[in-house]
C-alpha cells in the first residue's frame, strides 16, 4: 500500500468502515483525519481527576424497562418495501463470498 | 523437512515430540454457551419470539434497525438471567450496562449487536459436574461470566455455488441470549458433554429456556487446545475455537477430534500457542471433522463502546434476594434429597432427576403415597418413562395423576396384583384413563380360589409329564413353562403361588 | 396583518375562533412555498395530504367536535425525523426513497394535537454539518442574503420560518443544529434538556447528544410547541421520566432578582466584534428586566468543541452502520457482499458523513478507547460538573450563539476545523445535556442576524424560554424580518 502513513491508515479504517473511497478521496480524507486528530489532541492538556467517571450522556440513571409484552409487528410488506431487493419474503443480498 | 525458520525452545526436533504420546496430552477446553430465554417477546422490542413462522413476519421498527428506532429492554430477559446466575452460584452485578459490538453482516440490521462488553449482568461462578464414567467424583467447573444479548437473524446462503443472492430472515433479530463462559477447565469430551447436560437440566429446571436445540435455542462454541509434556517442561497448542456446535455429540465428537488434529498438526509443525494466533474451526457434522473457517481480517475489531441508546440497569439487593427465594430446588439438591430422603441409589436419583423436575415431582408424590419409594421408583423409571416415550408426551400431559397411580401400586404391593398383571392394569389405565379399580374389572380380573389352583396344578402336571422329569432331573428353569401355561389357562393365578404350588406337588 | 406575520398563538387562537379556516391557513403557506422555495430551497418534501387533513379539522371544528391544542396549525418538520408514510431522508441519498412506516413521538404528539405537517426541511447529511451545505438535495439559502448559509444543521426549518414559509418548525440539536441557524436566521430556538422530548423517530446522529426541540419566530410559539412534544416516552429509554415543568404558564413571570451568568473567557479572539457588542447590549437589556448578571468561569469549556469531535464521531460512526444497502433503499450492485457495502457506502453517503465515520471508526478501533472515547466522556464529565457549579450560583447563562454572523457558502469547504467551530459555543449544552435557547437580538452592519444563547438547568427550560419572553417583551428582533420578496410585514 503505497502512501503516507495516514494515507495508510485512512485505507485500513475505510475497510474496517465498509466504505469505498477512490485515491483522491484517500489523499483529503487523510489530510482531514490528521487535522482533525491534531485539534483533538488538546484533549491530552486536561488535567482529569483519578476518580473521575466518564459522563456518557443520559442525565438520569433510573432504570428504563419494559414488560414482556407481545406487540404487533409490523407486516412483512411494509417492511421490504423500503429494501433495495427483497422476493417478498426475504431480504436478498450478494452472495457473502 | 525440518522446519528450521519455525524452530525454536518451542519447536524442539521433531523426533522429541514423535516420542511424545497423545495420551500425555491434557486437552484444556472451556465452552460459551448461548441459551436463548424463555420469553414471549424479544429483548427489546415487542415482536414474538416464536420459532418457524414465516419470514419476516415477526419483525418491527426496531429490530430491524429502521432509522430512528430505539431499543427498551425487557424485564423478564433480566430476571431469568439473574436467576440463572443465582443458579450457577454467579455474582450479580449492582448495576449492568449495555454496549454495541460493531461489525457488518446482512443478518445484523444495525451493523451491531446490543451486548454486555466489561459489566455483564453475572459474574464469575461454578458448576458442579459428575461424569456418568466416573460416578460420585464430582468437577467443579468455573463460569467467568454470563451476559446477556441479542441474537442476530438467519442468512440463508445459496449452496448451489451458482453465486445467487443470499436471503435474509430477520425473525430471530433481537431474540434475547444469555452467554454463558466457563474458564478453561474441562478436561475431557466427556466432561464437556457432562456440563452442558447439567446446564440443561439446571436451565430447565428454573423455567429459564427449554434449550431445544433443534431450534437453535442452546449453542455451543468450544475453545480447545493441548497442554503437552516434553521433557521438563510443558508446551500449549494454538487455541482453536469451534463453532456450529448444535448437538451434544457434535461437542463430544468434535472436541476428540480436534484433540487428536492439534496433537498430529504439533507433531508435525511444532506450532505453540505464541506462534499462531486463535484459529476458528466449524465443525462439520457430515464429514465428522473440523474445517478452518474463512474469516475476514478485521473480523476481531468490534469498537465496542457503551450503546448511548440505553441507561444502565441498577439491580437492588432485596430484588436478588426476591429471585432467589422464588427459585426452586436444583437437580444437585434433588438427587441429594432422592438418595437421603427416598433411600434410591445414586444412578436411580440421577435418571429420576435428570428426567425433569415434573418427573420428580411426580415420582415423590407416587412415593410418599405408597410408602415404598423402591418400587415407585421401578414402576416409573421404566413403565411412566417408556409409555412417555412411545406417546411422545411430558409428565405433564401423562394420563395418570400421581394419585392414581399410587392407587395401583399399593395394589401390587399388597399383593391384590403381580407384576404382570400390575402392567396389564397400567396400560389399561392409561388407555381408557379410568382408575386401577376399573381396570382390574374391566380386566375380569379377581383372586384365584387355592382349590381352583390345586386341580389346575395337578392337570398340568398330568398335561406335561416330560417336563415334569426334566424338573426332576434338576433343570430348575423348566418350571417356568409351565407357570406359562398355568396364567393361558388363568390369567388371575398368581405366578408365585403356582411356582410354589408346582415346585411342593412335583417333589413329592 | 396577513398570515404570515401572525404568531403561531395568534393562528391558532384565529383557528379556534371560527376568524380562520384551517384549509385557508395551510393553502396560505403551500402558496408561500410554491412562490419563494425554489430560491430558498428550505423543503425536502411538501405533504401532499395537508390540505385534506385542514379540511378534515375544518369540518370537526363545524362539527362542534374537540380538537387538539395546535388545531390546524401548519408546522415544517426536519427531515431526519420520522413521518409515516412521508419521505425521510436525513438530507443524504442514502435514504433518498426511504418511507418510514411509522411516526416520530413527536410526529405522534403534534398530530393528536392536530398540528398539520406541510413539509419536510433540508438538513445537512444525517444533521452532521453546520450549514445545510451538505444536504443531497442542495444547500439551503440564507433567507437574509441568499449568498449566504442559514446555519446548520437544522438550516431548513430555520430558514423556513424566517421566511414564514411555515409558522413554526421542528429541528433537532446535536452539537447547535437548532441554535446555530436559529441564530443566523434571527429566529428563536431551543434545544431541550437531553431526556425532555422523546428522540424516538428522530434519525440518530450522535445519540448522547441529540434532542429535537422547536424553531420558532418567538419564545412563547416555542414554549406552546414544547407543551406539545415534551414528555416521557416509554421507547426511548434516555427519556426523562421527571415532569416537564409547565414552560407556557410562568413565561409573564417578570426577571426580577434572577441571576445570570457570564462567562468572559468566552469573548475571546475568535468572537466577531459586531455580534460581542449586540450580545453586551442585550446583557443590559436583561439587567433592566431586572436580572443580576455575575461572572462565573466555564474552565474546561475551551474542551469542547474537542471532545465533541471524538464523541459524537464514534457514535455517529455506530449509528450509520445500519445503511449498507440491505434494508433502507439505496444499494450500489458489487459482485460480491463485501463490494456491494463498500461501493453503497461509498456512493451513498455525501464526503463530510463519511470523513465523520471515518474519524469515529478510528477512534473506536482496536486500542484507542481509551485515548479517545474514554477520555472525551471523562473530560464531557468535568465539562458538566463545571456546569453544576455555576448553576449553583447563577439560574441562567448567557453569551452570544456563535462567534460570527452567517457566513458565505462555500466559505469554509474546504476547512472543516472552521466549520467546526462555528459550534464552539453551542456543543457544551449537548455534552453536558442541559437546555439551551438562542434569540435574536440585533444584526450586523450589512444586516445579518446575531444570535444570543442562553443556558440553563436540566428541566427547567420554563426559565430559559421565560427570559427569552420578557426579552422579546421589550425589544423588536424577533419581529424583525428580512427585506427580501419574502418579507412578512406589509
Redesign the interface.
Known amino acids: 500500500m503505497a502512501g503516507t502513513p495516514e494515507q495508510t491508515t485512512v485505507n485500513q479504517v475505510a475497510k474496517l468502515a465498509r466504505i469505498h473511497l477512490n485515491e483522491q478521496q484517500i489523499e483529503s480524507s487523510a489530510e482531514k483525519l490528521a487535522q482533525i486528530l491534531g485539534y483533538i489532541g488538546q484533549l491530552d492538556e486536561v488535567e482529569l481527576p483519578e476518580d473521575v467517571t466518564p459522563f456518557f450522556g443520559a442525565i438520569e440513571s433510573v432504570n428504563a424497562i419494559r414488560d414482556d409484552q407481545l406487540q404487533a409487528s409490523v407486516p412483512r410488506k411494509e417492511i421490504l418495501d423500503n429494501a433495495p431487493d427483497s422476493d417478498g419474503e426475504f431480504y436478498l443480498v450478494p452472495p457473502v463470498f | 523437512m525440518e522446519d528450521s525458520d519455525l524452530t525454536s525452545s518451542s519447536n524442539p526436533p521433531s523426533n522429541d515430540r514423535l516420542a511424545v504420546q497423545f495420551n500425555d496430552a491434557e486437552i484444556i477446553i472451556g465452552l460459551e454457551v448461548h441459551v436463548q430465554l424463555d420469553t414471549i417477546s424479544k429483548l427489546f422490542c415487542g415482536c414474538s419470539t416464536q420459532f418457524g413462522e414465516a419470514a419476516n413476519s415477526q419483525t418491527c421498527v426496531v429490530c430491524t434497525g429502521m432509522p430512528g428506532a430505539l431499543p427498551v429492554i425487557n424485564q423478564r430477559a433480566l430476571e431469568l438471567s439473574i436467576r440463572t446466575g443465582i443458579a450457577l452460584n454467579c455474582s450479580i452485578a449492582r448495576s449492568t450496562k449495555w454496549d454495541r459490538k460493531n461489525y457488518f453482516y446482512p443478518d445484523l440490521p444495525k451493523g451491531y449487536q446490543i451486548s454486555q462488553f466489561d459489566q455483564p449482568i453475572c459474574g464469575p461462578g461454578h458448576l458442579d459436574i459428575e461424569v456418568p464414567e466416573t460416578p460420585g467424583k464430582l468437577r467443579q467447573i468455573r463460569i467467568e461470566r454470563a451476559h446477556l444479548e441479542e441474537d442476530a437473524g438467519k442468512s440463508i446462503h445459496d449452496e448451489s455455488s451458482l453465486g445467487q443472492d443470499s436471503k435474509i430472515d430477520l425473525n430471530r433479530t433481537g431474540t434475547p441470549l444469555l452467554e454463558i463462559v466457563t474458564q478453561p477447565d474441562i478436561r475431557t469430551a466427556a466432561e464437556a458433554k457432562a456440563f452442558l447436560s447439567e446446564l440443561k437440566l439446571i436451565l430447565n429446571y428454573i423455567d429459564v429456556s427449554d434449550c431445544n436445540m433443534q431450534q437453535g435455542n442452546l449453542r455451543c462454541d468450544a475453545n480447545v487446545n493441548l497442554h503437552i509434556p516434553l521433557g521438563d517442561h510443558q508446551i500449549a497448542t494454538p487455541i482453536v475455537e469451534i463453532k456450529n456446535l448444535n448437538s451434544f455429540r457434535s461437542v463430544e465428537r468434535s472436541i476428540t477430534y480436534e484433540a487428536q488434529r492439534q496433537f498430529e498438526a504439533w507433531q508435525e509443525h511444532g506450532l505453540t500457542i505464541t506462534d499462531a494466533p486463535k484459529q476458528t474451526r466449524g465443525w462439520n457434522d457430515h464429514a465428522q471433522a473440523t474445517t478452518l473457517q474463512r474469516e475476514k481480517e478485521d473480523s476481531a475489531d468490534y469498537r465496542y463502546f457503551p450503546d448511548p441508546d440505553l441507561i444502565a440497569v441498577t439491580i437492588k439487593e432485596s430484588q436478588i434476594k426476591q429471585i432467589q427465594k422464588q427459585l426452586v430446588q436444583l437437580p444437585t439438591e434433588l438427587r441429594k434429597t432422592l438418595v437421603e430422603q427416598y433411600k434410591l441409589n445414586p444412578e436411580d436419583a440421577a435418571a429420576i432427576v435428570s428426567q425433569g423436575r415434573g418427573v420428580v415431582d411426580y415420582f415423590s408424590e407416587v412415593a410418599d403415597g405408597c410408602q415404598d419409594s423402591r418400587i415407585a421408583n421401578n414402576w416409573i423409571g421404566q413403565e411412566v418413562l417408556r409409555q412417555l416415550k412411545e406417546s411422545n408426551q411430558t409428565i405433564q400431559q401423562y394420563p395418570l395423576s400421581p394419585k392414581q397411580f399410587t392407587e395401583l401400586l399399593n395394589l401390587v404391593i399388597d399383593g391384590t396384583l403381580d407384576q404382570t398383571r400390575g402392567k396389564e392394569v397400567l396400560n389399561e389405565m392409561v388407555e381408557h384413563s379410568i382408575s386401577a379399580q376399573q381396570a382390574i374389572e374391566q380386566l375380569g380380573i379377581k383372586p384365584v380360589d387355592k382349590n381352583e389352583l390345586v386341580s389346575l396344578c395337578e392337570k398340568l402336571i398330568d398335561e406335561n409329564q416330560e417336563v415334569v422329569e426334566q424338573i426332576r432331573a434338576g433343570n430348575g428353569k423348566a418350571i417356568g413353562m409351565l407357570i406359562g401355561k398355568a396364567r393361558k389357562i388363568n390369567p388371575n393365578a398368581n405366578p408365585g403361588a403356582i411356582k410354589a404350588l408346582l415346585s411342593k406337588m412335583i417333589s413329592q | 396583518m396577513t398570515l404570515s406575520a401572525l404568531n403561531a398563538d395568534v393562528i391558532v387562537d384565529q383557528l379556534n375562533a371560527g376568524e380562520l379556516k384551517a384549509t385557508d391557513c395551510v393553502q396560505y403557506f403551500l402558496d408561500r412555498i410554491q412562490t419563494h422555495d425554489a430560491e430558498i430551497n428550505a423543503f425536502v418534501s411538501i405533504s401532499q395530504t395537508a390540505l385534506e387533513q385542514a379540511e378534515a379539522i375544518d369540518q370537526r371544528r363545524k362539527a362542534g367536535q374537540t380538537v387538539g391544542c395546535l388545531a390546524g396549525l401548519p408546522i415544517a418538520i426536519k427531515d431526519g ?2 413521518v409515516s408514510g412521508q419521505p ?1 431522508t ?1 438530507g443524504s441519498k442514502m ?1 433518498e ?6 411516526d ?1 413521538t413527536i410526529v405522534e404528539r403534534l398530530k393528536s394535537a392536530d398540528a398539520i405537517i406541510i413539509g419536510k426541511t433540508n438538513m445537512d447529511e444525517f444533521a452532521m454539518g453546520s450549514s445545510t451545505e451538505n444536504s443531497f438535495f442542495g444547500p439551503t439559502h440564507n433567507p437574509w442574503a441568499t449568498d449566504r448559509v442559514p446555519g446548520g444543521s437544522s438550516g431548513g426549518s430555520a430558514a423556513c420560518v424566517a421566511s414564514r414559509l411555515a409558522p413554526v418548525a421542528i429541528g433537532s440539536d446535536t452539537g447547535g443544529s437548532i441554535r446555530q441557524p436559529a441564530s443566523f436566521c434571527g429566529i428563536t430556538g431551543l434545544k431541550p ?3 425532555s422530548v422523546s ?6 446522529f ?4 441529540d434532542q429535537i426541540g422547536p424553531m420558532t419566530r418567538t419564545a412563547k410559539e416555542s414554549a406552546l410547541l414544547m407543551s406539545v412534544i415534551a414528555g416521557f416516552d ?9 415532569q416537564i415543568t409547565d414552560c407556557l404558564s410562568g413565561l409573564e413571570t417578570p426577571l426580577n432578582g434572577i441571576r445570570i451568568g457570564v462567562c468572559r473567557n468566552q469573548f475571546n479572539d475568535g468572537l466577531d466584534q459586531e455580534v460581542e457588542t449586540k450580545i453586551n447590549d442585550a446583557t443590559s437589556v436583561f439587567k433592566l428586566l431586572g436580572a443580576e448578571i455575575k461572572e462565573i468561569e466555564l474552565p ?1 469549556s475551551q ?1 469542547a ?3 465533541y ?2 464523541i459524537a464521531p ?2 455517529a ?2 449509528n ?3 445503511y ?8 450500489a ?11 453503497t ?3 451513498g ?1 455525501g ?1 463530510e458523513v ?2 465523520r ?3 469515529g ?2 477512534a ?3 486500542g484507542y ?1 481509551e485515548a ?11 465539562i ?1 460538573q463545571d456546569y453544576d457549579d455555576a448553576f449553583q450560583k447563577v439560574d441562567l447563562i448567557l453569551g452570544p450563539t456563535t462567534p460570527t454572523p452567517a457566513f458565505k457558502l462555500g466559505e469554509h469547504a474546504e476547512d ?2 472552521a466549520m ?1 467551530l462555528a459550534d464552539v459555543y453551542t456543543v457544551s449544552a449537548n ?1 453536558a ?1 442541559i437546555p439551551a435557547i438562542s434569540v435574536p437580538v440585533g444584526q450586523s452592519k450589512n444586516g445579518l442576524p446575531i444570535g444570543l444563547q442562553l443556558q440553563g438547568r ?1 428541566f427547567e427550560e420554563n426559565t430559559l424560554l421565560r427570559a427569552a419572553h420578557q426579552f422579546q417583551n421589550v425589544t423588536l428582533w424577533h419581529d424583525t424580518s428580512p427585506s427580501q420578496p419574502w418579507r412578512t410585514q406589509t
Open positions: 425525523i420520522c425521510t436525513a435514504l426513497k426511504f418511507t418510514p412506516p411509522y416520530a434538556t437531553y431526556g428522540r424516538y423517530g428522530l434519525i440518530a450522535a445519540s448522547s447528544l416509554p421507547r426511548d429509554s434516555t427519556s426523562s421520566k421527571a474546561h474542551y468543541v474537542a471532545a469531535y471524538v464514534c457514535e460512526s455506530s450509520l452502520a445500519r449498507d444497502g440491505v434494508r433502507y433503499t439505496f444499494r450492485p458489487g459482485n460480491d457482499l463485501e463490494e456491494m457495502y463498500r461501493n457506502r461509498g456512493q453517503f464526503n463519511k470523513q465515520i471515518m474519524l471508526t478510528y473506536l478501533s482496536s478507547y479517545y472515547y474514554l477520555k472525551a466522556s471523562k473530560v464531557r464529565r468535568m458538566k472543516p476545523l467546526y455534552l445535556g436540566a
